[in-house]
C-alpha cells in the first residue's frame, strides 16, 4: 500500500471504520465490461477480494456497493457476499452516500471508501478514509490517502480491508481461524 511508513493519521481513520463502501467497475472489477453478442454483460471478480468482504463482515464491519451501472450481476454478487446495501445506477454517488448514512446511522469519518474514477471523487472527499486501487485515473490517485498495490479487480478490495482490521486490532484474530491446529479446536 502507498503508505509512507504508518501514517499515523491513516491509522487513526483506519480505525474508526464500521463501513466500508465499495463502485464495482475499476474496484471489484477489473474496469471492463463485456457484452456478449446476445446483450449480456460478463464481469470478473477475484475471489481473495470476496473473501475478504467476507472477514470484513465476521469482524463486524458493514459492507455496501455504490456503482453508476446497474447489472443483475452484481446484485448476485452482492448475495454471494452478504451485502445488504446496493446502490446501482447511482449516477450521483455523493447522494447514494447520503442516504447510505441515514440507514445506517454511521458518520462520514465512519465510512471508507475505494472508488477509481472522476465519478467517484465526490464520495472520496466526504468519507474518513479515501482509497483507490493502484491503476485509479491519476486524478484520483492524486487525492487519496491510501493506495493499494494491487490494481483493480486483482486484489485492491483484499489490501484495504486487511489495512483497516489491522488497524483495528482485528486481523490477528482473523487470521487465528486459519492458524490454528483443527486437531486442536
Sequence with gaps: MNIPGPD???????????????????????????????GEEIKSFHVRDGHAVKLANRAGLTVALITGRESPIVDQRARELGIALVFQGALRKKEALEILLLKTGFSADQIAYMGDDLVD??????????????????????????ITHARGGEGAVREMIQFILSAQGLWEEVMARYLRDPDQS
Design 121 to 146: 471523487l465526490p464520495v472520496l472527499g466526504a468519507v474518513g478514509l479515501a482509497c483507490a486501487p493502484s491503476d485509479a485515473d491519476p486524478e484520483v490517485l492524486a487525492r487519496v490517502p491510501l
Design 8 to 38: 499515523q493519521k491513516i491509522l487513526e481513520a483506519a480505525g474508526r471504520i464500521r463501513l466500508i463502501a465499495l463502485d464495482v467497475d475499476g474496484v471489484l472489477t477489473d474496469g471492463k465490461i463485456t457484452l456478449t453478442s446476445s
